[in-house]
């Protein structure tokens, strides 16, 4: 059974930095492309950031340049590392296969709130 656990969310400050993780079980890691999702309050979750097998990057065109997701294969995790954060990042962040159609099952997510 496919599990991910996403970590790292809190409560930060417009322009702070906050790196989330993402470990996977039932599955070789390296052999997927993965992806952060997040869904704010309202709105449809979306996918921000994905990885592929091979390591190429790519992005939400907005968070290009403040985002930054990383993969280590050894421990099956991927990383989200998010700086100069503003307040329309916040949101629950989740991570699970990045493909052409929204995945059906999710872990619980990780809460980022940015706020002053």
């Known amino acids: 059974q496919v599990q991910f656990v996403e970590s790292g969310g809190g409560l930060v400050q417009p322009g702070g930095s906050l790196r989330l993780s993402c470990a996977a079980s039932?599955?070789?890691?390296?052999?997927?492309?993965i992806g952060w999702y997040r869904q704010a309050p309202g709105k449809q979750r979306e996918l921000v950031a994905a990885?592929?097998?091979?390591?190429?990057?790519s992005y939400l065109g907005s968070l290009k340049g403040r985002y930054t997701i990383s993969s280590d294969n050894a421990e099956n995790t991927v990383y989200l590392q998010m700086n100069s954060l503003k307040p329309e990042d916040t949101a629950v962040y989740f991570c699970?296969?990045?493909?052409?159609?929204?995945?059906?099952?999710w872990g619980q997510g990780t809460q980022v709130t940015v706020s002053s």
């Open positions: 699970n296969f990045a493909t052409a159609t929204m995945p059906t099952y």
């Open positions: 990885i592929t097998s091979r390591g190429s990057t």
């Open positions: 039932g599955i070789i890691f390296s052999n997927y492309a």
